[in-house]
């Protein structure tokens, strides 16, 4: 009973900046343990963008290292991208990811938001 929302979208022109956000409402019984954003442009798969863990652990798609940080208030469990020196080519429909379980252990599952459109111009 996890849902994600998502908020920051928008048209900005090459070289600009654009933060993202997503808001997770989650039952007290379950722990959110990854929290992360995916993208997909017409025409080709989804892919990651950038996790990170509860723990603070993060990972990033090479074509966004240094430009893109991901950064996650467990308290609120909300998740934040900044990006950067933005490019046309990171144009697509963003994604909010989370992972979760119950904190008594067992089965590990998934939501997603329902995007947010960024398109950059250049």
């Known amino acids: 009973q996890v849902q994600l929302v998502e908020s920051g979208g928008g048209l900005v022109q090459a070289g600009e900046s654009l933060r993202l956000s997503c808001a997770a409402s989650v039952g007290n019984i379950f722990s959110v343990n990854v929290m992360g954003w995916y993208r997909q442009a017409p025409g080709k798969q989804r892919e990651l963008v950038a996790t990170?863990?509860?723990?603070?652990?993060?990972t990033y798609a090479y074509s966004v290292k240094g430009r893109f940080t991901i950064s996650r208030d467990n308290a609120n469990n909300t998740v934040y991208l900044q990006m950067t020196s933005l490019k046309p080519e990171d144009t697509a429909v963003y994604y909010c990811?989370?992972?979760?379980?119950?904190?008594?252990?067992?089965?590990?599952?998934?939501?997603w938001g329902q995007g947010t459109q960024v398109t950059i111009s250049s």
């Open positions: 990811y989370a992972g979760f379980r119950p904190k008594w252990g067992g089965d590990t599952f998934s939501s």
């Open positions: 990170v863990t509860s723990s603070s652990s993060t």
